[in-house]
C-alpha cells in the first residue's frame, strides 16, 4: 500500500517533524491488547481487532499510537522533556473509510509548563495543517476535561455520579441520560427483596451475611471474583446513585455550563463570570485555562478560529484537561485531535509523574482535503 498518493505529502511532514525538534519514533503493528481495553474508552474498545497470542496473551493490532509511544519511553528509561513524532498504519473499525489507516502525530512529554506544551501542541497540530493544505480555512474546537470535572465537584454531587458524568464528558447522549436520571431517578429493579431491604436498612453485617449465604447455597462463591464485602460495597453504591435527585437549580446550572460555546478569548471572562453567579469556586481549572490562552497568544498563534465548547470532549478514556480537534472549511471531517494526559504515564508503569500531551493527523482526511483543493 502506498503511503500516500500524493508527491511529497509524507517527505514534507517528516521533514516538518524535524523542524520543530522531535525525534522520530517506531512501534511495533503487534500490540498488548490490555493497556488500550483498561486505558482507550468504550468507543475505542468496540473498534479493535484483536488476537491472541501462542501463550495466550490478549494481542491487537495497534488501534493508536498514544500508548504505544508512552510504553516505548518508559521501557526506554529515557529522560524527560522529550517530544517524539510517528507516522505509521493504524487499525481499528470505522463508520466511514478503510479500517487500516495512516496517523502521524507528535507526543510532547515532561514539560512541567503545561500551558506553554498546551500551546504548542495546538500550534503544531495548526501549522501542519497549514503546511499541508495551504488557503485551507481551519477551525479548532477546544474542550477542557479538568473545567468540567472542576464543575461538577464544586457543585458537590455524590462522588459516584461526579465519577459517572465526568466518565461521560463529551458523549452527550450518555451526559442527557445521566441529567435525565438525576432530575427523575428511576426505580430501582434487578435486586432480591431481601437484600434490598438489608442495604437500604444500613445492616451491613447483615447484608454481607446474606449474601455470603446466597452465593454458597448457590454455588456461585467457588468461582466468584469478589468477596460479598465488595459486592456489599458496590450494592450500597449503587443504590446511593440510584436514589440521589438533585436540585433543580443544580441541574440547571449543568446544562448552562455546558452550554457555553464562544470564541476562545471570550470564554475565560465567561467561565469566571459562571462561576461567581453560581457561587462555585474552579479557580485553579480557570487559572489553567487563562494561562493556556495567554501562552497561545505569547507564540503568536492566532487564537481567532478557536472555539471553545465547555461540553466538548474526545472519545479516549485517558485525557484529563486540554482536548481538541481542528476541521477544514465546510467540511466536518476531523484532521487532526489531540489533547492533555497527564495520568497515562504512571498508569502505564513509569516510576514518577509525567506530564504529557499531543495530537495525531488523520493523513487519509487530510489526503482527501488537499484533493478537494
Not at 43 to 49: K, S
Not at 213 to 241: D, V
Not at 361 to 371: Q, S, T
Request: charged share 25%; with cysteine.
Amino acid at each position: 500500500m502506498a503511503l500516500i498518493n500524493l508527491p511529497g505529502f509524507s517527505a514534507a511532514l517528516l521533514a516538518d517533524f524535524v523542524s520543530r525538534g522531535t525525534e522520530r519514533v517506531d512501534t511495533p503493528i503487534i500490540q498488548p491488547a490490555e493497556p488500550f481495553l483498561d486505558m482507550a474508552g468504550e468507543d475505542l474498545r468496540r473498534r479493535i481487532f484483536l488476537t491472541e497470542s501462542e501463550t495466550g496473551e490478549n494481542l491487537c493490532l495497534r488501534p493508536e499510537f498514544t500508548i504505544p509511544v508512552c510504553l516505548r519511553h518508559i521501557e526506554s528509561a529515557m529522560g524527560t522533556p522529550k517530544r517524539y513524532a510517528y507516522l505509521g498504519e493504524v487499525f481499528r473499525q470505522r463508520r466511514d473509510g478503510p479500517n487500516e489507516f495512516f496517523q502521524a502525530g507528535i507526543e510532547d512529554l515532561g514539560d512541567g509548563d503545561t500551558a506553554s506544551a498546551d500551546a504548542r501542541a495546538i500550534g503544531d497540530a495548526m501549522g501542519i495543517l497549514k503546511l499541508l493544505l495551504p488557503g485551507k480555512t481551519l477551525k479548532v474546537t477546544l474542550g477542557d476535561q479538568a473545567v468540567f470535572e472542576a464543575v461538577v465537584k464544586a457543585l458537590g454531587l455524590p462522588l459516584g455520579w461526579q465519577k459517572r458524568l465526568i466518565h461521560a464528558f463529551g458523549n452527550p447522549d450518555r451526559i442527557e441520560q445521566w441529567l435525565q436520571t438525576l432530575a427523575s431517578p428511576l426505580p430501582i429493579s434487578g435486586i432480591d427483596p431481601k437484600t434490598l431491604e438489608l442495604a437500604q436498612s444500613g445492616d451491613d453485617a447483615g447484608l454481607i451475611a446474606h449474601l455470603d449465604e446466597t452465593m454458597q447455597a448457590t454455588g456461585y462463591s467457588t468461582n466468584a471474583s469478589r468477596a460479598p464485602a465488595e459486592i456489599a460495597a458496590r450494592l450500597r453504591e449503587k443504590l446511593s446513585l440510584a436514589q440521589t435527585k438533585l436540585d433543580e437549580s443544580v441541574l440547571l446550572l449543568l446544562r448552562e455550563f455546558l452550554s457555553l460555546e464562544l470564541p476562545l478569548a471570550e470564554a475565560p471572562a465567561a467561565l469566571a463570570g459562571f462561576a461567581d453567579a453560581a457561587g462555585l469556586h474552579l479557580g485553579p481549572a480557570v487559572a489553567a485555562f487563562e494561562a493556556r490562552l495567554r501562552a497561545l497568544e505569547a507564540a503568536g498563534i492566532d487564537v481567532a478560529p478557536i472555539v471553545y465548547r465547555a461540553a466538548f470532549g474526545r472519545p479516549l478514556d485517558y485525557y484529563t484537561g486540554l482536548v481538541f480537534e481542528v476541521t477544514a472549511g465546510e467540511s466536518q471531517a476531523v484532521l487532526a485531535g489531540g489533547g492533555r494526559f497527564d495520568r497515562l504515564m504512571t498508569l502505564l508503569g513509569a516510576s514518577s509523574h509525567i506530564p504529557a500531551v499531543g495530537f495525531a493527523l488523520w493523513l487519509d482526511r487530510i489526503e482527501a482535503e488537499r484533493a478537494r483543493s
